[in-house]
């Protein structure tokens, strides 16, 4: 018998920050090892795929939770918090897949916005977004920590070195 029994609830809530931990895990490994380029293009494919997919989704879901379960109970600084970091990985995912857009419609220009700065910038939002997320309660809390670090997954899988 565990000291600390996990309930089904629990633990299902485990499965979408698991699921996004490998994700990050495996574009950062195949970002800093040698692996055959057909696996490194298919991690990178799956993680873009995932933050496309899988971001707006999970903060979609997060937020209906918060709406319908939490918002009432919690204190306003906390939902100013919660809040906070669903629209910030919001915003992050808008300005991401908009630069992606920008420069596929213009490959090649002077104002490209994938520069370096860019690409901090969102990273370190998408770290607020995570940080801010603790906030929240309920399903709504693992949901939104997913989605941020599939958005990192995503942000660094478009990095190469």
């Given at each position: ?33 040698l692996?055959?380029?057909?696996i490194?293009v ?48 919001f ?33 370190d ?37």
């Open positions: 018998m565990s000291a600390f029994p996990m309930s089904a609830a629990r633990l299902r809530n485990l499965v979408w920050p698991l699921a996004s931990c490998a994700v990050l895990a495996a574009v950062t490994t195949v970002q800093h090892s692996v055959p380029g057909k490194e298919t991690v990178r494919l799956c993680a873009d795929a995932l933050g496309l997919a899988g971001v707006p989704a999970l903060l979609v879901l997060a937020s209906q939770d918060w709406f319908t379960k939490h918002r009432a109970q919690l204190r306003s600084w906390r939902n100013g918090l919660g809040l906070s970091s669903i629209v910030v990985l915003a992050v995912w808008l300005l991401y897949w908009g630069m992606w857009l920008v420069s596929w419609i213009r490959p090649i220009s002077e104002q490209y916005p994938g520069t370096l700065e860019w690409i901090a910038l969102l990273l939002s998408t770290l607020i977004g995570f940080v801010l997320a603790f906030a929240l309660r309920g399903t709504a809390r693992p949901q939104v920590i997913s989605a941020a670090l599939l958005m990192w997954a995503c942000v660094q899988a478009g990095i190469y070195f």
